[in-house]
């Protein structure tokens, strides 16, 4: 024991001294000003000190890759650059800019630096952190009657930006819940020049009969997207961008608990574990922005047609290329015009990196004298089981289902079929002409796996393996 204890007592005081000297090196680089003073962090605010007035209102943090780890506090003055300490900020990069949403706590968004690190990863950018948690906290639908007002400060600030050399198209606004239509409104408000706005599921309660000029809409930015994952709560329902991604829906995601009372909840603090479904758009969009894992979304007139492997390409609107959550230019769309308003679909897996595989299921049978109900699952060694359920009616003889599986087409190792119709009323044996597996979008050159000629009995297993390589 004692050998590894004196090992650690090294190990922390090694730590102690890395981060002295780092605080070191940054008071030689950044001048006395901000050396030894803490990271800038939110200005939390008490339901108390809001009744008081006492607070700032709007308060801006800045974070680069040379302080990715501690934000310096941002304001217009310091684009002075009499001002040491706001030699950060550089007009010649693109601007990130994240409004976080309703805080019904007053607490800050624990979320923001995760954000920020991750688009720091990617780009050399300066990220922007719009701090107006003072205006964001109380009754939401005085907070409602708030956001305008911080849009115009927001505007303020990103116009002195462009006096110092920053282009209104290099702003890119990203905005969760009530934070997308505080975006849309700056938007707005520079007459759809910003470069882009990312609605992470746009608040939906007052805002969805609202008038496009109070709420996000796609004349706010040369492109604008938006991420829906609560829409039957606190998320809106209806497109609001360029092209809006439906998870799953749009409703209810993967791994997050149902609560029928959710709405209730709105005002009070019992919070984070309901609102699992509206912050998903959030933790998607953070993971998706490494591109380690594409999530590609499918056009498609709602989620029922979705599911039923109608919409299993992206020509048309997309020309040929589906759109992608994340940092690709336009969401990785080449079409011109950019399309409106399209919804579009995509499956997502339970937990990070929340991709999943679009597997669409094709079934010939012959003509049926009774209904059937058939249970099918993909199997990938070592993985969960992706099992689906599909009911068999007698006026069709093909079906389809789009389902969502962890692995790719080619690490299928066996498809299983199970009649397991109900005793008297459905069809005991069923014949299937074919069944089908194949990946969307389609990629030219593979071929969809196919067994045909089966024949299947009330609650006997069938199994077909493969043997395929990637
Ligand atoms: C919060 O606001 C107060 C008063 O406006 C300011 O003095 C203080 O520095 C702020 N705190 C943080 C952590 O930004
Ligand atoms: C910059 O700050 C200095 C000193 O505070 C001041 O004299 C000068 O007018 C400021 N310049 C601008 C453009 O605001
Ligand atoms: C600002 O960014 C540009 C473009 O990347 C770079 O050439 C320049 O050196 C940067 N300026 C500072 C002061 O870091
Ligand atoms: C990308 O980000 C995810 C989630 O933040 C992480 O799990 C993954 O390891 C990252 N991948 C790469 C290649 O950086
Ligand atoms: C579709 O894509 C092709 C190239 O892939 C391009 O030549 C064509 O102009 C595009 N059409 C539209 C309408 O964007």
Known sequence: ????????????????????????????????????????????????????GTKLMVQYLLLTRQNANCASLF???????????????????????????????????????????????????????????YRASFAYNLVVENYKEVAVQISVLINQLTKYGSTLESFHFIGVSLGAHVSGFVGTLFEGKLGRI????PAGPMFKSADPYDRLDSSDALFVEAIHTDSDYFGISIP????????????DQAGCARSRFASIFIYFPVYGYVICDHMRALHVYMSSLNGSCPLVGFPCSSYEEFLAGKCISCDGHFNGTCPQIGLLKNSGITASPLPNQEKVYLLTSAAAPYCAHHILVELKVSPLDKTGEVQLTLVST?????????????DETQFKKVTAHPEQLCKIDSVQLKNIGGRFYRQGEIHFEYICISEIPQTRGIDPLCVKNINIRRGVLWAHDFVQVC
């Open 1 to 52: 024991m004692r050998p590894r204890l004196a090992a650690f007592r090294t190990w922390l005081s090694l730590c102690a001294f890395a981060r002295e000297f780092w605080v070191y090196l940054n008071s030689i680089v950044l001048g006395e000003e901000t050396s030894r003073n803490k990271c800038a962090d939110f200005n939390s605010t008490t339901w108390l000190e809001y009744s008081q």
């Open 75 to 133: 304001s217009q003055d310091c684009l002075n650059h009499t001002q040491k300490h706001t030699a950060y900020f550089n007009s010649s990069l693109p601007t990130k800019v994240i409004v976080h949403g309703y805080r019904a706590l007053g607490s800050k968004p624990s979320w923001v630096s995760g954000v920020a690190q991750a688009l720091l990863q990617e780009e050399d950018v300066n990220v922007l952190v719009v701090d107006w948690v």
């Open 198 to 201: 990312t609605g992470l599921d």
């Open 240 to 251: 609001v961008g360029h092209v809006d991604f439906f998870l799953n829906g749009g409703m």
């Open 382 to 394: 070592g993985l969960p089981e992706t099992e689906i359920k599909l009911k068999l009616n007698t």
